[in-house]
């Protein structure tokens, strides 16, 4: 993996962003199923926030994560696991469970986390319904945790589908007073920006294609 050609891939994208008219957008380099040396390329090119969607894949480089990056957890988690990386997580984005919110402040009070919703009802994604949002909101000042926002996973293949998503997402945020967008990936996350998005998860357009698990 080449430092120069994902600073190259980064100035990409910071170009999309800056003809969008945007500048309070936050990248967050998914770093899951690379190589080791993914990490410390993020943190040559400027990259301060990185993404991992498993437990054990997380535990295993966090030796090799600089103390100035944070540290995003974008998949789903097993209750019985989030104790191994709640110390060093510092947002944790696909929450849609209760009993993970209550998990998750047990063990550090005063986290980040945002809901995970499914705005276009998909049965193969996690993710509440809109009007499970209000419950989830309580549950977590229950469970002494900050909900900064929502995030949402677009519509595979479906451009429109995705945007309309995006677009609903940036709406319930609005409506509940909520800062943070997470939504947008490598293939649609122009239309994620256009839409509102406040961070975007970027695995494959910094860093190619990722290997298979």
Same mark, same amino acid.
């Given at each position: 993996m080449d430092a120069e050609i994902v600073a190259e891939r980064l100035a990409d994208v910071r170009n999309v962003i800056d003809s969008v008219g945007r500048s309070?957008?936050?990248? @967050?380099?998914?770093t899951k199923a690379l190589p080791t040396d993914a990490i410390a390329i993020a943190h040559e @090119?400027?990259?301060r926030?990185?993404?991992e969607n498993y437990a054990q894949e997380l535990v295993s480089k966090l030796d090799l994560i600089n103390a100035d990056t944070r540290v995003h957890f974008i998949g789903r988690i097993q209750r019985n696991k989030v104790r191994k990386i709640v110390e060093r997580v510092d947002q944790w984005h696909s929450v849609s469970r209760?009993?993970?919110l209550h998990e998750i402040g047990k063990r550090r009070a005063g986290t980040? @986390?945002?809901l995970q919703v499914n705005p276009t009802a998909d049965p193969t994604k996690d993710g509440i319904a809109a009007e499970e949002i209000e419950s989830m909101l309580a549950t977590a000042i229950a469970a002494d945790v900050v909900v900064d926002g929502l995030m949402t996973i677009g519509v595979h293949d479906d451009a429109d589908a995705?945007?309309?998503?995006?677009?609903?997402?940036?709406?319930?945020?609005r409506h509940w007073n909520l800062q943070e967008r997470?939504?947008?990936m490598s293939g649609d996350y122009r239309d994620a920006l256009e839409a509102g998005a406040t961070i975007l998860r970027l695995g494959s357009v910094l860093f190619g294609p990722r290997p298979q698990r």
């Open positions: 309070d957008v936050r990248i @967050v380099a998914v @090119v400027g990259l926030d990185i993404g209760p009993e993970i980040s @986390v945002l995705s945007k309309a998503a995006f677009e609903e997402v940036d709406s319930l945020c997470s939504m947008g």
